[in-house]
């Protein structure tokens, strides 16, 4: 029996289901108080774009920087220009309609907001890195003009239009395929294509350069974390709630999609990489990926494929340094406060 199928159900028959058609509205008693537990959290980590500072960032680009390294850069920031909306348009037309509790769609319409927000960040980066309005209308339409991109987006698509049509889910064939786009969602959009994009990000503060580059992908960091610690729970009630239809086949079509990603997200790498950047390797940010992919499978119940060590060790420290820095900026900036406990437990 494959890892996936041996879970054990948390509810009976009769108990109601997250993927139930319909629009459960009362939120007592409330069946998935953890759901609850995240957006509240959500709303304590509230930042805003006009914190950061990119004067430091326009000195480094134009002063510090090789040509190869403002390539990446560049087509760093055009990924991030239509990114966030893949995922927005992915809540609002597939994943809202069909989580069937309250709470759960509470924490959806907080993450919405920040997607909007990362979507203001990065609209605000491309201003400031690229004041020629050409170069802001390419990489606006990257997604059209650059393959490796374009490759990426395509692979989204392909996920989310899967569902797309899907205005309630009826049968277990409809169950499993938008449990394969909340994987998806959860393991490759926000789990490798964007924490590959915040390795780079990375790798440039490791350097001492674009600090307010770095600043600004603390925050998101933090809230693509949670975004992902969400979607995850919300597979881990499914397969608690309906474990029959996690089965071998879906553990293969699980494997093979994030072998895909893992290949969308080296041909970028190839791209950016291509006019040779110190330091940092396709090969590294290939088993980077599958590092990342590793730790995914552990999260859906599934053996590693890869078992390889993080070739990165400036993302050794990430999660301390985030968490770090958010904080100390806090204390002297927000009047709303974090309170309680607040962990990363992700290897990345």
């Known amino acids: ?37 995240m957006y509240r959290n959500a709303i304590r980590n509230t930042w805003t774009v006009d914190e950061i500072n ?26 991030f220009a239509t990114g966030d909306s893949i995922v927005s ?24 907001y920040e997607e909007a927000l990362h979507v203001q960040f990065y609209l605000t980066l491309l201003d400031n890195y690229l004041p020629d309005p050409e170069e802001r209308f390419k990489a606006f ?15 989204c698509f392909k996920w989310i239009d899967s569902i797309q049509g899907l205005k309630r889910i009826e049968t ?19 789990g490798l294509f964007f924490f590959a994009a915040f390795a780079y990000v990375y790798y440039f503060r490791s350097r001492g350069l674009l600090p307010g580059l770095s600043s600004g992908t603390n925050w998101v960091f933090r ?22 239809l996690f089965d071998a086949a879906m553990e293969r079509q699980v494997r093979d999609m994030l072998a895909e990603a893992i290949e969308c997200e080296v041909q970028f790498a190839e791209d950016v990489l291509s006019g040779g950047v110190a330091g940092i390797s396709t090969r590294d940010m290939r088993q980077y990926l599958q590092h990342c992919a590793d730790n995914h499978f552990a999260k859906l119940g599934m053996a590693k494929q890869y078992d390889v060590r993080n070739p990165l060790p400036f993302m050794e420290l990430q999660d301390v340094q985030e968490l770090t820095n958010f904080f100390e900026r806090r204390v002297s900036a927000y009047q709303v406060g974090v309170q309680g406990d607040v962990a990363f437990d992700h290897a990345f």
């Open 89 to 112: 348009n992915n809540l609002v037309l597939n994943l809202y309609q069909h989580l069937n509790a309250p709470e759960a769609r509470m924490y959806l319409s907080r993450q919405l």
């Open 54 to 79: 990119f004067q430091i960032d326009i000195t480094d680009l134009h002063s510090k920087m090789s040509p190869a390294d403002r390539h990446l850069i560049h087509r760093l920031v055009a990924f």
């Open 223 to 244: 809230d693509e974390s949670c975004h992902m610690d969400f979607a995850f729970e919300c597979v881990r009630t499914i397969r608690a709630e309906e474990p029959d």
């Open 172 to 190: 277990r064939e409809q169950r499993r395929q938008f449990l394969l786009n909340q994987i998806c969602f959860a393991a490759c959009i926000e």
């Open 1 to 37: 029996m494959s890892a996936i199928a041996a879970l054990t159900p948390h509810s009976s028959p009769l108990t109601p289901h997250l993927l139930d058609p319909g629009f459960e509205l009362t939120l007592r008693p409330m069946r998935y108080p953890d759901f609850y537990e």
């Open 141 to 155: 339409a990257a997604v059209e003009n650059i393959p490796s991109i374009k490759k990426k987006a395509d692979f």
